[in-house]
């Protein structure tokens, strides 16, 4: 499943958190995370200043923000949870069934958003921020795998049962024929099925050591 990284201009949108962080431009926000609601969506937000006390007050003041709690404030870091008004930016992230993986960091007026999501929704998500003006650029792109889109079900099941049946143990815990048997296929028929699964996850595996 694709993972990407999008670094999204919010104060180019007049997005309230982002144009708060540019007057902090030296300091970093982390959302942490947020709950939905049908009005306000609730969130908590790091900030990683040492000017606390000045943020805490600007923050305050934000017309946007309906209800806020400081949870810890030192000479580094604050901690705060809120509430606030939906902006254009959590629309589109909505509006395409995404969910964002946190934290999503926030400096200087720009979000570093991550989602592992279907091409489909991806697509959406990039479709809801050009609809909404919203400037966006993609800073990665990988693409993860799991047993069920490496391989096929009969071959997961094929593998799976090789292994627990201890195939590839030294000395084999059981021969191909007995798994076959299992199976209920012809010899020839289960070394094609576990060759094939082999020859997958062999090629994931030498590209996964290679780009790294």
């Known amino acids: 499943m694709p993972k990407v990284e999008l670094r999204i201009d919010g104060a180019a949108v007049d997005d309230w958190l982002a144009d708060l962080s540019t007057e902090f ?3 970093e926000f ?3 995370a947020t709950q939905s609601r049908e009005e306000h969506p609730l969130a908590l937000l790091e900030a990683r200043t040492k000017e606390g006390d000045r943020f805490v007050r600007r923050f305050e003041a934000a017309p946007e923000v309906l209800s806020s709690d400081v949870v810890y404030h030192d000479d580094r870091l ?3 949870q809120f509430t606030t008004v939906v902006t254009e930016l959590y629309d589109a992230l909505r509006g395409s069934d995404n969910v964002s993986l946190y934290p999503t960091v926030l400096r200087n007026g ?6 592992t999501a279907s091409h489909e929704r991806l697509s959406n998500y990039a479709d809801e921020l050009r609809k909404a003006g919203i400037p966006y650029q993609v800073s990665s792109l990988a693409q993860s795998y799991d047993s069920g889109e490496l391989l096929t079900e009969r071959q997961r099941e094929f593998v799976t049962a090789a292994v627990q049946r201890g195939y590839y143990d030294t000395p084999r815990g059981c021969t191909l024929t007995e798994l076959a048997e299992e199976f209920e296929v012809h010899k020839s028929a289960a070394s ?3 060759h094939r699964a082999e020859g997958r996850i ?3 595996f030498v590209e996964s050591a290679t780009k790294k």
């Open 192 to 194: 094609r099925l576990l």
């Open 202 to 204: 062999m090629r994931e």
């Open 25 to 27: 431009p030296d300091d």
């Open 30 to 32: 982390r959302l942490l």
């Open 110 to 115: 720009r979000f570093s958003v991550t989602l």
């Open 78 to 80: 604050v901690l705060v």
